[in-house]
């Protein structure tokens, strides 16, 4: 049986990682040093799932944007955090599907911490072009728990980050 890269991916973020992470940290015990979970995925486990992702075909990017809200945050927080390539048309789509689609305020923040790095010259007119992209960031009409999470400090500081990017492009 042939697995798509989705489907590997999704299989990693679900299982794959969880099982390195318990193989390691029994090792580390007959060693004595103990791996903490979150630290494994951030330090070690998303390295694996960003070489997964970018091997995606289009009909991956399209299944991912079809089922990321069948997910767990937990898993939608992971696959955010596997975009990392500014140069990648689709993580960039995915960013701002999610922005714009999410209800959830960490997931917002997630997402614009991590579309910073995607700001360059050749993007500053989609941003700003984008309608409902701008009414969302901007505190216009847009999702109750995004605009009570803009007087979050963290998020201002996201918010100013992006529009200093934003305007020195």
């Given at each position: 049986?042939?697995?798509?890269?989705?489907?590997?991916?999704?299989?990693?973020?679900?299982?794959?990682?969880?099982?390195?992470?318990?193989?390691?940290?029994?090792?580390?015990?007959?060693?004595?040093?103990?791996?903490?979970?979150?630290?494994?995925?951030?330090?070690?486990?998303?390295?694996?799932?960003?070489?997964?992702?970018?091997?995606?075909?289009?009909?991956?990017?399209?299944?991912?944007?079809?089922?990321?809200?069948?997910?767990?945050?937990?898993?939608?927080?992971?696959?955010?955090?596997?975009?990392?390539?500014?140069?990648?048309?689709?993580?960039l789509e995915f960013?701002?599907?999610?922005?714009?689609?999410?209800?959830?305020?960490?997931?917002?923040?997630?997402?614009?911490?991590?579309?910073?790095?995607?700001?360059?010259?050749?993007?500053?007119?989609?941003?700003?072009?984008?309608?409902?992209?701008?009414?969302?960031?901007?505190?216009?009409?847009?999702?109750?728990?995004?605009?009570?999470?803009?007087?979050?400090?963290?998020?201002?500081?996201?918010?100013?980050?992006?529009?200093?990017?934003?305007?020195?492009?």
């Amino acid at each position: 049986m042939s697995f798509t890269m989705y489907e590997k991916f999704d299989l990693y973020l679900m299982k794959g990682y969880i099982k390195e992470f318990i193989s390691l940290e029994n090792e580390s015990q007959t060693i004595g040093e103990k791996y903490w979970f979150d630290e494994y995925w951030y330090e070690y486990g998303c390295d694996k799932a960003i070489e997964i992702l970018s091997k995606f075909t289009q009909d991956d990017w399209n299944k991912l944007t079809k089922e990321i809200f069948t997910k767990s945050l937990d898993y939608q927080e992971k696959v955010i955090y596997c975009m990392e390539n500014e140069n990648n048309e689709n993580e960039l789509e995915f960013l701002l599907y999610m922005i714009k689609t999410t209800k959830n305020s960490m997931i917002f923040e997630a997402c614009m911490e991590f579309l910073i790095e995607f700001v360059k010259p050749e993007t500053k007119l989609k941003f700003l072009n984008d309608d409902k992209f701008m009414v969302l960031i901007t505190g216009g009409r847009g999702k109750q728990e995004n605009s009570i999470n803009r007087k979050n400090n963290i998020y201002k500081t996201i918010y100013e980050q992006f529009f200093e990017k934003l305007n020195s492009k």
